[in-house]
């Protein structure tokens, strides 16, 4: 692994590779500040249906396992991790929870959906342990304790993000909603944009559901485009979003799309023939590959020589969840749990997905960023970004209905 770049470790872990390693331990988890190693313990879904959010989570958290380690550590001791699997299971959650609180963990990265991430976050609360979930988006994961933390912002900042987006980007005056009305990512992002664009004097001139099973959408898409809107929100996911998309042609809708972070993916659901239906729609993300700043591509080119592909958002999140668990040990100047709760609150972090703060709260204050594609690749919108406070209400379900 190549890339190494060394620097002041307050406030500030950067880039660099090295080498990982994963284990359970017995330190204690609030002064746990004798051995040589810093035992953290990671709750996610490994296999099951949620899998793939949890296992490109999990590598971004080892490449930032990798570059302390290879920086020497954290306060000088190499960094261990215990990845424990939840199968998106509340209950095989807090088994993960009680088994690593047991070994000695003295920070926990995850879980990194919502229910599970739920389920841990009162015991974490109970035990005032460090938690930073990287993609749980449910507003009552930090609302469990002072300690409990999250990377990715809520579902409600996006869409608010995107309903200011279209007023003052698109100068829209008529938008539709078209959303999974079974799903609460889809439902509760929908909801919020509604309510953000109807503040934005925009006229909501059809709100259209499906359902998750469906496969056609041309009976709602037909009712959006006599409405005749200027821009259509669809808050679902990548493979429904790219049905969406075409559709959408087949019936001669003219409207601009627009989404939240599910259509991250959406160029991996279509083939040349059909890419041409999501050309120039813009969606809410955390990260896109093809950002082009120094710090991003750094982290795409070691994602890509140990993964073989780019990374996702979930990646991208769980790597920067990690960065900032060790810099707040590394600014604390121990392990003790007070200590790096105050540090995490304090914390001024730069990383992959932006820069990060809190102001009261375990939500971050952070940019959302603005994706559209672009000659059949992602790009970012130069003019999209806003900085969003995080305190507001998000839906109740989790990351894995975020970006995939």
Not at 35 to 58: C, E, K
Not at 152 to 172: G, I, P, V
Not at 329 to 338: M, R
């Amino acid at each position: 692994m190549k890339t190494k770049r060394f620097a002041a470790l307050a406030l500030a872990l950067t880039m660099a590779m090295g080498t990982f390693t994963g284990c359970s331990g017995n330190n204690s988890s609030s002064t746990a500040d004798t051995g040589d190693t810093i035992r953290i313990g990671a709750i996610a879904p490994l296999t099951g249906g949620a899998s793939d959010y949890g296992i490109t989570a999990t590598n971004g958290l080892k490449l930032a396992v990798e570059e302390v380690n290879a920086n020497g550590g954290v306060l000088g001791r190499q960094v261990v991790v215990d990845y424990q699997d939840d199968e998106n299971d509340t209950t095989k959650a807090v088994n993960a929870y009680n088994k690593l609180k047991g070994d000695g963990m003295v920070a926990l990265w995850g879980a990194v959906t919502s229910k599970p991430a739920i389920s841990v976050s009162s015991k974490a609360a109970k035990d005032n342990l460090p938690m930073m979930t990287p993609t749980g988006t449910a507003t009552a994961i930090t609302e469990a304790g002072s300690n409990v933390f999250r990377t990715c912002f809520l579902d409600a900042t996006q869409a608010k993000a995107m309903a200011d987006y279209a007023a003052n980007e698109l100068s829209a005056q008529k938008v539709a909603v078209l959303y999974d009305i079974t799903d609460d990512y889809s439902l509760g992002v929908a909801e919020s944009f509604k309510a953000e664009a109807e503040a934005n004097g925009l006229e909501v001139v059809a709100f259209e559901s499906f359902q998750s099973t469906d496969t056609d959408f041309k009976s709602q898409l037909s009712k959006i485009a006599a409405a005749d809107p200027d821009a259509l929100y669809v808050p679902s996911y990548y493979n429904t979003n790219a049905l969406i998309a075409i559709q959408a042609k087949e019936v001669g809708l003219d409207a601009q799309l627009l989404g939240a972070d599910g259509w991250d993916g959406v160029l991996s659901a279509l083939d040349e023939n059909n890419k041409s239906a999501v050309e120039g729609v813009v969606f809410t993300n955390h990260f896109t590959a093809t950002d082009p700043g120094a710090k991003v591509q750094d982290f795409v080119t070691r994602y890509r020589e140990a993964y073989g592909s780019d990374p996702s958002s979930f990646a991208a999140l769980g790597y920067d969840a990690g960065m900032m668990l060790f810099q707040a040990i590394e600014a604390a100047g121990t392990t003790d749990s007070a200590a790096v709760n105050e540090a995490l609150t304090n914390l001024q972090y730069e990383g992959v997905t932006g820069a990060i703060h809190y102001e009261g709260s375990g939500d971050p204050v952070k940019d959302v960023k603005f994706v559209t594609v672009k000659d059949g690749a992602y790009a970012l919108v130069e003019n999209g970004a806003e900085e969003a406070p995080a305190e507001e209400p998000a839906s109740e379900e989790a990351s894995e209905e975020a970006a995939a």
